[in-house]
């Protein structure tokens, strides 16, 4: 049983740290709004789990100097207690420091205990006139809600969003609103057995395991494959030593000795780029890990050297080495870094340091329809079940978010509001974003004809359990076989069925469909392997107008708004008809030096590549070594030991950067792998890849071959209409060029077949 001591120690650890992370962040220097652009912008019930992470992290560290590791579990059931607001735990607290809060807290309906001194602290500083409180909203985020637990709904208040919409028109059927309240923003009803939660994937994911309604929701940690993390101090510490006792590489060394594609890049022979295209907008949909952000809310600048002691703990910049032929040195006595904050801590207990997935981690399309119920609202029309779109350049784009600071372009070439934030990183995304867009639309007008009196709610959530059947087929029918051998797709039940063949029975309740830290910092991302620097924009004729350079374009969306060279269409053509690069270790010259680089000014941007090995160090990855043995793969002691999954070439370059094979960071160990006969990848890359997809079907209660009790779900007709579904109809249907097109969407060399000859979804069959 725990000790009073125990709880007076917790408690102590716990305002000593809070103390130590507020004093930590008053010192840190604010960043003008838009000064730091970054794709990894985290909302603010991200923001509210950072403050509480550091928190548990600090304290992690003055429990465990005093009295050892041994303390952390019961530390935890502490916590615990004081979490549930246990008040008999509280009356126990002694300590005069710790009256006023205790008092005080008395009211707080926050179930985070450590958050809830927060606001406390917060409120009394603006009673008190101090400054340094309130966190105001970071740049272009618009209004993200997200949910923490059950507790999410109340904590949420008027000031923190904006004021609500007024709310759809109550329904029959279909009707996601919170009946307390009636407000969508707040949510679906937190009893899992409510009815609605057999008709309707909430869009955080709550609910959707109904014996743990929290478990792969927006805003919720991450898992790890071996249960592990390699951090030094066994807590939070980046890797930063060879197992020879040598420090390890900088990232950027490695990125430039082992990722760097020169001057004769491996185009793919047969798979074209709308392959990477499509593995990005699946990334975006399933994953979205928030950098830390500066206690008011606004991003760090990591970008010197000396950031991780002038700025704060969260920066990780990565050193240039000196004779760097892009990222030069700063001045003859100044070394250049790369800019990099680290993964938000969401650590909620006492213990190793947590990232966590602000998206929903289910294939739901989080980046049509959003990842929190607020940020769901800013995409829809609620006029018919529509989606919301600007017009005013003759055809459709997502609607423009004029307040998004992260944006590069300016007035009048806004950046655009989606589902993810990171719609407009570059231009390649918008055509799909678009294309999904009209594709709700245009069920949504096919469904309000056929169901008249059916209202927007109604027909938004029947199209939306539509549309996201269509993309999970398509992920699972048409982007995974490409990627992954037949025998993988097979080993881990990722084929979809044919027509005829009934429902899927592999739901299990036990199956935790959240992302993996490995898939997430390391394996998915071989997808930047796979972009080109130059982007071709296509007419009907397959005649390139012209190309466009990725590096000149991240976070710019100018391309998007150029009428002549065909507005978003011709970019799409442009996707299907060139080739992608190479799955391999080499990324294109932007990827490696100019992600958010502002036009005109060399360096100011970062090496992606460097990016995801520092990210995977940050996370707390293992090297690439110690996940062999989930493919059965041999353990390795010498470099000799890779000789049969890594080609004689691979291996010497390897041994150029690395001391050890023990050290290999997981990205470039991946990366590097030979690949299998089949597939575009090497066995541990495929496995890591193949087992999240696994989780993503058979732990969604909603997956659209599913019959599961008290779901509602489609009956086996219906799961055949979706069978029958291609992505190239889709393209078919929401484009003016588009006539003919692939057989085998993501074949590069693909026959072709007219537009009329692919038979459109039967959607009267669904209702
Ligand atoms: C032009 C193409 C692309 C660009 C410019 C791009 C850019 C980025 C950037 C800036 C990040 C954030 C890195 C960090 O801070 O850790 C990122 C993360 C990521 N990317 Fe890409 N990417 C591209 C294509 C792809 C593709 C094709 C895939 C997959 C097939 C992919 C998968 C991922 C994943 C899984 C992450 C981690 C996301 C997260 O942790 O939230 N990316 N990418
Ligand atoms: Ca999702």
């Known amino acids: 049983a725990v000790t009073d001591e125990t709880r007076q120690a917790v408690q102590d650890a716990l305002f000593q740290a809070l103390n ?207 249960g592990t993390t390699s951090y030094t101090d066994g807590l939070g510490a980046i890797r930063n030593t060879s197992v020879t006792g040598a420090p390890l590489p900088s990232a950027r060394q ?39 952000t500066a206690k008011d809310g606004s991003s760090l600048n990591c970008t010197s050297c000396s950031s991780p002691t002038t700025v704060s703990s969260n920066c990780a910049p990565i050193p240039a080495p000196a004779d760097d032929k892009y990222f030069k040195p700063v001045s003859s006595t100044e070394a250049r870094c790369i800019r990099l904050t680290r993964a938000l801590n969401g650590q909620s207990g006492f213990g190793v340091r947590t990232q966590i997935d602000q998206n929903s981690h289910y294939l739901d399309m989080s980046s049509v329809y959003g990842s929190s119920d607020c940020e769901a609202r800013t995409v829809r029309s609620f006029v018919n079940g529509q989606l919301a779109t600007y017009n005013a350049m003759g055809y459709a784009l997502p609607p423009q978010a004029k307040n998004d600071s992260n944006c590069q372009s300016t007035n009048p070439y806004y950046c655009f509001t989606a589902g993810d934030f990171r719609n407009s990183l570059h231009p390649g995304l918008l055509p799909l ?19 008249p009196s059916w209202n927007d709610e109604q027909i938004y959530q029947f199209v939306r359990r539509v549309m996201v059947a269509q993309w999970q087929h398509i992920v699972y029918n048409e982007y995974l076989p490409k990627l992954l051998t037949d ?11 044919k027509p005829g063949a009934g429902a899927f029975t592999g739901y299990s309740t036990s199956m935790n469909a959240a992302l993996s830290g490995e898939f997430a910092a390391a394996a998915f991302r071989f997808g930047h392997s796979q972009s080109r620097q130059d982007f071709a924009r296509q007419d009907a004729s397959n005649k390139t ?20 060279s065909g507005g978003w269409e011709t970019m799409l053509m442009g996707l299907i008809k060139t080739a992608a690069m190479q799955v391999d270790r080499y990324a294109s010259f932007p990827i490696r030096n100019q992600l958010f680089e502002i036009r ?8 992606l590549i460097s990016v995801n090995i520092m990210r995977g160090r940050d996370v707390g990855l293992l090297p690439y070594v110690k996940y062999r043995s989930l493919v059965g793969l041999t353990s390795v002691n010498t470099w000799n030991d890779l000789s049969s999954t890594f080609s004689a070439a691979n291996l010497a370059a390897l041994k150029t950067v690395y001391a050890d094979p023990a050290d290999i960071d997981l990205f470039t160990g991946l990366v590097m792998e030979t690949p299998l006969a089949g597939g575009q990848l090497g066995p541990t890359a495929s496995w890591i890849i193949a087992e999240q997809f696994r989780a993503l079907k058979t732990g969604d209660r909603f997956y659209y071959e599913n019959q599961v009790a008290n779901t509602v779900g489609f009956t086996p007709q219906q799961i055949d209409v979706i069978r029958r579904v291609k992505l190239a109809k889709i393209f078919c249907q929401n484009t003016d060029i588009i006539t003919s ?20 979804i039967d959607l009267n069959k669904l209702f």
Do not use: W
């Open 433 to 451: 974003h678009t294309v999904f867009i009209k594709e709700h639309n245009r069920l949504a007008v096919m469904t309000k004809s056929a169901k």
């Open 254 to 292: 490695i990125s430039n000795k082992l990722h760097d594609e020169g001057s004769s890049p491996n185009f793919s022979p047969s798979i074209n780029h709308l392959h990477m295209q499509i593995g990005q907008f699946i990334a975006h949909d399933i994953i979205f890990m928030p950098s830390s």
């Open 20 to 226: 130590s992370v507020d004093s930590a962040f008053t010192s840190e220097p604010s960043v003008a709004d838009g000064a730091i652009i970054s794709s990894q912008t985290a909302n603010e019930e991200s923001k509210k789990l950072q403050f509480t992470g550091d928190v548990l992290e600090v304290a992690t560290q003055i429990l465990i100097q005093k009295y050892g590791v041994s303390i952390l579990p019961d530390a935890n059931e502490v916590l615990n207690e004081l979490n549930a607001g246990n008040t008999e735990a509280r009356k126990k607290r002694s300590a005069d420091s710790l009256e006023e809060v205790s008092m005080e807290d008395s009211d707080s309906e926050e179930s985070n205990f450590v958050e809830g001194l927060r606001q406390k602290r917060q409120s009394r500083n603006r009673r008190q006139g101090g400054g340094g409180g309130g966190r105001g909203s970071s740049g272009g985020q618009g209004s993200h809600g997200g949910r923490s637990g059950e507790d999410g709904r109340k904590k949420r208040n008027s000031a923190e969003n904006p004021p609500p919409p007024p709310p759809p028109p109550g329904g029959k059927g279909g009707d996601y609103s919170n009946p307390q309240t009636n407000q969508t923003c707040q949510g679906p009803p937190a009893q899992c057995s409510d009815p609605v939660h057999d008709r309707i994937r909430s869009i955080t994911g709550y609910c959707n395991n109904r014996g743990k309604p929290t478990q792969a929701n927006s805003v919720t940690a991450i898992r790890r494959l071996l």
């Open 545 to 564: 107008i012209k190309t466009y350079d990725l590096g000149y374009n991240i976070f710019y969306t100018d391309e998007l708004y150029k009428v002549s």
């Open 600 to 607: 005109g000014k060399n360096a100011s941007g970062v090496d």
């Open 741 to 760: 097109i692939n057989t085998d969407m993501f074949d590069l060399n693909s026959s072709q077949v007219s537009c009329s000859s692919i038979p459109d």
């Open 487 to 497: 025998k993988y797709m097979t080993d881990f039940n990722l084929k979809t069925m």
